[in-house]
């Protein structure tokens, strides 16, 4: 049974940092690219980073590029979120997900991604 659960999530006061992980169970980490979404409180869920299975290859979503840094470690089966000079638009529950796929053009639909986890909280104060 595959199973993805992040943690890290709380509170942060805005130009802070934090770091999310997510750690994989029931799969092979490395035969996945893996991503982040978010979702904030009356919006939809939107791409926030992508990996590629080695590491090597990462996307960004506009909005976080250049305080946000994905990685992965696949030798504990873990992903990373490291969010730095955080504003209070990054308020959101945070989700990691997997895809077994190749989608280097489609790394920002939600649907291209089979495992998720179940989210955890940041709140960003001011």
């Known amino acids: 049974q595959v199973q993805l659960v992040e943690s890290g999530g709380g509170l942060v006061q805005a130009g802070g940092s934090l770091r999310l992980s997510c750690s994989a169970s029931?799969?092979?980490?490395?035969?996945?690219?893996m991503g982040w979404f978010r979702q904030a409180p009356g919006k939809e869920r939107e791409f926030v980073a992508r990996i590629s299975r080695s590491g090597g290859v990462t996307y960004y979503a506009d909005s976080v590029k250049g305080r946000f840094t994905i990685s992965r470690e696949n030798a504990k089966n873990t992903l990373y979120l490291q969010m730095n000079s955080v504003k209070l638009e990054d308020t959101a529950v945070y989700y990691c997900a997997a895809d077994r796929g190749f989608n280097n053009v489609r790394y920002a639909v939600e649907t291209v991604y089979e495992y998720w986890g179940q989210g955890t909280q940041v709140t960003v104060s001011s």
């Open positions: 029931g799969l092979t980490s490395s035969n996945y690219a």
